[in-house]
Every structure is written in structure tokens, then in C-alpha cells.
């Protein structure tokens, strides 16, 4: 057997790679269509939101971890953050033993917006959650997504999915339902 021999044909690889473009620019407009209705209350866009949520959640940032982590150029994470700063939902900051890098936390402002976006998410409004519904009936949970999650560790990285998972947790961990509504822990 040889050693150099492929794990795929080149009609394979063609078909899996528009398989997977096809089905990932479907599923992204409708989430970008669901996340801007569920944020547009507040005045926000979807790069807006996501670097507020990962300052959350990675308790204060840097803007290579926000650039990293939500998946954006460094200049976009520095841009945006930079107008969240102007409406008083992040403040920016050097740590003493790293003077090269921005960091940037929530505000109490901040902190607070997020926790009433968080609380006013409503699975009603959002067609990706409700497309999986069927699922979960038929199967009893919803989908894990492991051979997508598989693929992005490939792509980013262990410390990308890390992070992914940690945000979950701190949902998990700070929010409580109430009345069919999420509300965070005191």
C-alpha cells in the first residue's frame, strides 16, 4: 500500500467543499436575519453584539481575542469596540505587564444591556431554533453539532472551541428560567 495515496477523490472533495458552502450560506442568512431582529431593540449590529458577548465572557479581552474569537479582522473588532466604548458599553485599557495589547470590559452599562438582550431572547422569534424543533421531538434533544465542531477545531483551534464552550457554561451557570423567560442570577 502506498503512503501518499489520498483519503478522497477530487470529485469527493469538490462536492463535500460546495455541500458545505451551500448549507453554510443558507443556514447563515437566516441566522444573520434572526440574530439582527433579536438585537435590533437595542441598536446594535451583529459584530456589536458578539464583542460585547465575548468581553462577557471571556471577563475582559483583548482585541486579538475578540478579533480571534468572533471571527473577524483585528481592525473590525478594534473599530466596533471602539463605537461600544463611545456609548459607554466598554472601556479600554493596558495591563501594566502588557503594554502592547488593548484590552477591553464590559461597563456596568454594558453588562446591564447584555443581561436584557439575554433575558428578551425569544426561541418564537427564531427560525433556526424552530427548524430544530422536529428534531428535538423526534429525537429528544436537540443537535450536538460534534462533526461541525470537529471541523472548526480543525480550522481555529482548540482554544476557539474553548471558548465556545466556556460562553455556554456561563449561560448555563448565570441564568436561570423563570416563567418561561431566562433571567440572570443575582
Known amino acids: 500500500m502506498k503512503t501518499d495515496q489520498k483519503l478522497y477523490t477530487m470529485k469527493e472533495a469538490l462536492i463535500f467543499s460546495q455541500r458545505i458552502a451551500q448549507l453554510s450560506k443558507a443556514l447563515w442568512k437566516s441566522i444573520e436575519k434572526d440574530w439582527q431582529q433579536w438585537i435590533k431593540p437595542y441598536d446594535l449590529n451583529i459584530n456589536e453584539h458578539h464583542i460585547l458577548m465575548i468581553a462577557y465572557h471571556l471577563k475582559g479581552a483583548s482585541i486579538s481575542e475578540i478579533a480571534k474569537f468572533g471571527v473577524m479582522h483585528v481592525s473590525t473588532a478594534f473599530n466596533f469596540s471602539k463605537k461600544l466604548e463611545e456609548r459607554g458599553y466598554l472601556v479600554f485599557s493596558k495591563k501594566v505587564e502588557d503594554k502592547r495589547n488593548t484590552y477591553i470590559e464590559l461597563t ?25 424543533l422536529p428534531l428535538k421531538e423526534f429525537y429528544g434533544k436537540f443537535p450536538e453539532n460534534m462533526e461541525i465542531m470537529a471541523i472548526l477545531r480543525n480550522i481555529y483551534g482548540k482554544d476557539f472551541i474553548d471558548i465556545f464552550e466556556t460562553s455556554l457554561k456561563n449561560i448555563e451557570v448565570d441564568f436561570i428560567e423563570e416563567n418561561d423567560r431566562l433571567v440572570k442570577r443575582d
Do not use: A
Not at 443581561?115 to 422569534?125: A, S, Y
Open 108 to 132: 456596568e452599562k454594558g453588562n446591564d444591556t447584555l443581561t436584557k438582550i439575554l433575558e428578551d431572547f425569544d426561541p418564537e422569534t427564531n427560525s433556526v431554533f424552530q427548524g430544530t
